[in-house]
């Protein structure tokens, strides 16, 4: 639930408020409650009155260290969660491995339960497979909260980007006015097992029935890696010399598939979309080889996530209600889903995306 579109830091003027050609609709994901025991914040009802909770030992933990899009997220410098936390007077740390897996992130929720963690916001790398050690953590009382991909069983709240089912379907429409709703088409994602990536796939494959011409050949994973994305990317064109359009939900994907078709061979030929931070993509979106793509502010979103994890540790909202206040972002609600949405996107291209430094 969101109480106001206009949070992104880039909204404050008509011109860029103009070049918003997406607008989602305020809804939440489908996130369940865990049926793990809850934190002791997790109760029915959050407190209304007193103040936070300052001094809270709080982990964020990314799908992988190195990642542009969760530095962005994450970081001090780009206003992200532990710019929140630090506003907030809590003690925060980003940490996590440095491949986008469950091998390499479990060690690092484990590591940050035994230092004493009390808070724990965690971009799941799969929604299942993480599960024993967060829900271990959530006996111990302490308060989990993912961001960006779920773990929809071991949470105590969900804070969602953007209305998961219409990032799919918008995907597919970008792309389909771009090649004229005719030909082949594949996607690189990220991780098989990456919780939001395959829901946005699903949504992705309701909307193409609605595209009879168009077919979707080959789902690809490049495991948030740009070496093992240029492969895929790579063999994607070897093995579909007809292929029309590429969507890559994958801020490492799109970036990789744009090297890959920045030539003279593919540019203009190949229509390429999906979800890129701006100034990863502006040099492909200048040469012509990206039209346009999408993507939320990631900063806003770890801001968020920080806000919403505090508050709910510190018994001021529940995991199925309760209203807060984020900072510079304004007020947001819990859903009854335990799901909180950021929202929305916006769709950058030529026209717009010289405004933009994130």
């Avoid at 940490?95 to 916001?121: F, Y």
Wanted: hydrophobic share 40%; aromatic share 6%; net charge positive.
């Amino acid at each position: 639930m969101r109480a106001s579109l206009n949070r992104a830091p880039w909204a404050a003027t008509p011109l860029v408020l103009a070049s918003c050609a997406l607008v989602l609709a305020a809804c939440s994901s489908g996130g369940s409650s865990s049926s793990a025991p809850s934190s002791p914040a997790s109760s029915s009802a959050g407190s209304s009155s007193g103040a936070l909770k300052t001094g809270l030992q709080v982990y964020v933990i990314p799908k992988n260290l190195g990642n542009p899009y969760f530095t962005t997220a994450d970081s001090v410098n780009s206003g992200g969660a532990l710019a929140a936390l630090q506003a907030l007077g809590e003690t925060g740390a980003e940490t996590s491995g440095t491949a986008a897996t469950p091998a390499s992130q479990i060690p690092a929720i484990q590591a940050a339960i035994t230092k004493g963690a009390k808070v724990l916001i965690v971009s799941a790398s799969d929604p299942t497979a993480l599960c024993p050690t967060l829900s271990s953590a959530m006996a111990r009382g302490i308060t989990v909260v993912t961001y960006d991909s779920d773990a929809p069983a071991c949470h105590d709240l969900f804070v969602n980007q953007a209305s998961t089912a219409q990032i799919g379907t918008s995907e597919v429409e970008v792309l389909a006015k771009q090649i004229n709703s005719t030909g082949q088409i594949a996607i690189v994602s990220a991780a098989a097992s990456a919780t939001n990536q395959n829901t946005w796939i699903k949504y992705m494959k309701q909307e193409l029935a609605k595209y009879p011409s168009m077919k979707l050949v080959s789902v690809v994973y490049g495991n948030d890696d740009p070496t093992a994305s240029t492969q895929v990317t790579q063999g994607l064109l070897q093995q579909f010399p007809n292929l029309r359009g590429i969507i890559s939900p994958t801020t490492v994907g799109i970036a990789a598939a744009a090297a890959v078709l920045d030539t003279a061979k593919y540019r203009g030929k190949i229509a390429l979309t999906g979800l890129g931070t701006p100034n990863s993509l502006k040099k492909y979106v200048s040469d012509g080889t990206i039209k346009s793509f999408e993507l939320w502010n990631p900063a806003n979103l770890g801001y968020l996530a920080a806000y919403a994890a505090v508050n709910l540790a510190s018994g001021k909202i529940a995991k199925t209600s309760g209203t807060f206040t984020a900072g510079k972002l304004g007020s947001f609600t819990v859903g009854s889903d335990s799901s909180i949405l950021l929202g929305p996107p916006f769709v950058f291209s030529a026209s717009n995306i010289s405004q933009f430094n994130f």
